[in-house]
């Protein structure tokens, strides 16, 4: 995968943008390993508060918990970076907030923090949209902690911007 520049990534931002607003829907993030990245290149974009609700950067098990209402017993038996936390996270940030459509990223950016089963560069995203049931993507980018960010952002907006045509 080429690494999308901050300018493609605006214009990505840009064009889901015009397309939720033509959709009369405003769009949820829930982050981790991305940092509110997703978040930053949504509001950088001039009047994307007529389609970006919030963001939420839970990074420790805590913040997941008491933010997103992801369950202890979830990350305990899964782990942060997981399918099963993944899902709780874009479900809580939906039923947080007064998005229509949301999306949740967790993962291991690196340098460290990779085992054998979940080595750098894992990254689970979820999408949801509505009432409508989640889907949820493991990814494994290459790459240094900036790379496997700007790709996860890249991927995630890709991701919305399906479900916003799935699902009508």
């Given at each position: 995968?080429n690494l999308p520049?901050?300018?493609?990534?605006?214009?990505?931002?840009a064009?889901?943008?015009?397309?939720?607003?033509?959709s009369?829907?405003?769009?949820?993030?829930?982050?981790?390993?991305?940092?509110?990245?997703?978040?930053?290149?949504?509001?950088?974009?001039?009047?994307?508060?007529?389609?970006?609700?919030?963001?939420?950067?839970?990074?420790s098990?805590?913040?997941?918990?008491?933010?997103?209402?992801v369950?202890?017993?979830?990350?305990e038996?899964?782990?942060?970076?997981?399918g099963?936390?993944v899902?709780?996270?874009?479900?809580?940030?939906?039923?947080r907030?007064?998005a229509?459509?949301?999306?949740?990223?967790t993962?291991?950016?690196?340098?460290?923090?990779g085992?054998r089963?979940?080595?750098?560069?894992?990254?689970?995203?979820?999408?949801?949209?509505?009432?409508?049931?989640?889907t949820?993507?493991?990814?494994?980018?290459?790459?240094?902690?900036?790379?496997?960010?700007?790709?996860?952002?890249?991927?995630?907006?890709?991701g919305?911007?399906?479900?916003?045509?799935?699902?009508?």
């Amino acid at each position: 995968m080429n690494l999308p520049s901050d300018q493609e990534l605006h214009q990505q931002a840009a064009a889901f943008g015009s397309k939720l607003l033509e959709s009369r829907m405003k769009l949820a993030s829930a982050e981790s390993c991305t940092g509110g990245w997703l978040a930053k290149v949504a509001t950088e974009v001039p009047g994307s508060s007529n389609w970006f609700d919030c963001s939420f950067v839970a990074y420790s098990y805590d913040a997941k918990e008491s933010m997103l209402g992801v369950q202890r017993v979830t990350l305990e038996r899964y782990g942060a970076v997981s399918g099963e936390t993944v899902i709780e996270m874009v479900r809580g940030a939906l039923s947080r907030s007064r998005a229509d459509v949301a999306v949740a990223i967790t993962g291991i950016a690196g340098p460290g923090g990779g085992t054998r089963e979940k080595p750098v560069g894992t990254v689970w995203m979820a999408w949801a949209k509505g009432h409508h049931p989640p889907t949820a993507e493991v990814h494994y980018f290459p790459g240094d902690r900036d790379a496997v960010r700007r790709a996860t952002v890249k991927v995630a907006i890709e991701g919305l911007e399906k479900i916003l045509t799935e699902n009508t």
